[in-house]
């Protein structure tokens, strides 16, 4: 639009701010002197002309209309339809593919069906769009199929987002709005069934099958925590995320519950790495999913040498506290004269290692946890390691459905039974829990003071009852003896 003859200038409270005249302006100035303007025939070509080669002068002395470098942006004209097609004769092609079932397996890290069952519950949602939708050109994009191959690459080699450019014709941003996606829509989708959640009575009684196979009757799982390097931690957390890791590394602490066949039960994410294994406690989901029920304890009653209980345990390193629900190891220099300690020792030393065995195995599949983690929200790094722990129990239960139980110890075997415990037994009235502590009454339904307030009397009453040392106590001396006496009919 030109100014016309009426138009008067701005006033000057809305005139824009002059800045300081540098090189660029003197070069335009002379330009523009240079020009006869009497003869000129339209003095806004010309101001154009001069304004594109402002626009270059400063490209080339490195500042660009925001102040900082001005990347270019490359289009670069991909193949969508080809890569799709080469992915396709490559894995997806029936018996024809070029690769077998056991190479999928090694480069996706899942099996063909769980893929195919992930792909076909995400297809159509987020980025995922279905092969038949057009983009904002009118053109067909990129296939969900190589979307979700991109996703499942990065974090199975935790290579950079631009790495499979070549082979799957896809761009550095693009794979990473797939890989968010990705882990955001897998634990939407999958979250309930594989993440935080009590076993079925099913999975329950096999567990406590295995585990009393190997001498630890009503044992549930193992817990311990992980560090994880966060790469590009800000500034501002900096200090309180430094520490428990050589170099001074700044890290996040992944806490977690795991059984015998490396299925991870209950996970909890985000605390600083500055903390350690007794005051991240403090601020456990874990814990508060026993103290609310979400992860139920109570199991049918057991008996260890004599003494007969109604929960299930965890065990855990010398570093946890002394709670009822937590069986530690015996120091080395109290086991040294005693060598039924050092047996059981080396026994919950060894059945404990299944925590640790089930993070070997999440890091040593998923090398994006392997490697400094380097984004930059702490919920993308959250969604990127709940994700891997799906998969991960995925696969877990993929396997028990095909062996159709765990691996057990025959060195240590047992012939498991059901038989129901007497529960009117004298010395086990005391090691009782569940029975003990107050439930909510059905008759303050209505009335919300009266519930909440009997609420909080059971959360208390629980919690002082698996956090009770003597408790604790009482159970491993219970598993020394127990174990012990297997050692002996040996």
């Known amino acids: 639009m030109q100014l016309g003859q009426d138009e008067t200038p701005l006033d000057v409270g809305q005139q824009r701010q002059v800045r300081p005249i540098d090189a660029t302006d003197e070069r335009l100035f ?8 009497d003869t000129m025939g339209n003095r ?35 193949d969508f339809e080809a890569a799709y097609k080469r992915l396709c004769e490559q894995y997806f092609n029936g018996d024809e593919s070029l690769y077998t079932a056991q190479q999928f397996k090694r480069r996706y890290r899942v099996s063909p069906s769980i893929f195919e069952k992930v792909y076909q519950q995400l297809l159509g949602k987020g980025v995922f769009r279905r092969p038949d939708k057009l983009d904002a050109c009118g053109r067909k994009g990129i296939h969900p199929l190589v979307r979700m191959t991109a996703a499942f690459r990065v974090l199975a080699y935790g290579c950079g987002a631009d790495r499979e450019d070549e082979n799957l014709s896809i761009g550095e941003s693009t794979v990473h709005d797939a ?37 630890f009757p009503g044992l549930f799982a193992s817990w311990d925590c992980k560090h994880f390097v966060w790469d590009n931690c800000p500034v501002a957390l900096q200090g309180q995320h430094k520490g428990h890791h050589a170099g001074g590394k700044y890290t996040k602490i992944l806490e977690a519950i795991a059984d015998g066949s490396c299925y991870i039960w209950f ?25 609310s029920g979400q992860l139920d304890l109570k199991t049918e009653p057991y008996e260890i040498n004599g003494t007969i209980r109604d929960w299930m345990y965890f065990l855990v ?4 506290p002394n709670w009822a629900i937590f069986v530690k190891t015996i120091a080395k220099e109290a086991r040294e004269a005693t060598p039924h300690l050092d047996f059981y020792a080396s026994r919950q030393e060894g059945v404990r290692k299944d925590i640790e065995r089930a993070f070997g195995i999440l890091v040593k599949k998923f090398h994006v946890l392997a490697r400094p983690i380097r984004t930059w929200r702490e919920d993308d790094m959250r969604n990127i390691l709940y ?3 799906i998969l991960h129990n995925m696969c877990c239960a993929e396997r028990l459905e095909v062996t159709g139980q765990d ?11 059901d038989e129901e415990v007497n529960l009117t037994t004298a010395d086990g ?10 439930v909510p009454t059905s008759d303050a339904a209505n009335d919300l003071e009266t519930l909440m307030t009997e609420r909080f009397h059971r959360v208390n009453a629980l919690y002082n009852h698996l956090s009770d040392p003597e408790k604790h106590l009482q159970l491993r001396t219970d598993l020394v003896a127990h174990l012990s006496g297997r050692q002996a009919e040996k």
């Open 30 to 37: 002379s330009l523009w002197s240079m020009v006869d303007r």
């Open 44 to 78: 806004y070509e010309l101001l154009d002309d001069l304004v594109d080669d402002s626009n270059e002068i400063a490209h080339y002395h490195g500042h660009g209309q925001h102040g900082g470098s001005v990347s270019g942006r490359i289009v670069i004209k991909r």
């Open 179 to 215: 890989v968010k996606s990705f882990c955001k829509l897998l634990i939407q989708e999958f979250g309930d069934e594989y993440l935080n959640r009590t076993p079925t009575v099913a999975e329950r009684n096999r567990i406590l099958k295995h585990n009393k196979t190997r001498g």
């Open 267 to 291: 996970v909890h994410f985000g605390a600083p790495g500055s903390c350690n294994d007794i005051n991240v406690l403090d601020k456990s989901s874990i814990v508060g999913a026993l103290l």
């Open 317 to 320: 390193d010398g570093i946890y």
């Open 387 to 389: 994700a891997c722990i």
């Open 407 to 417: 691996v057990v110890e025959t060195e240590y075997h047992d012939d498991y039974t």
């Open 429 to 438: 009235g005391e090691q009782f829990i569940f029975n003990r502590v107050p």
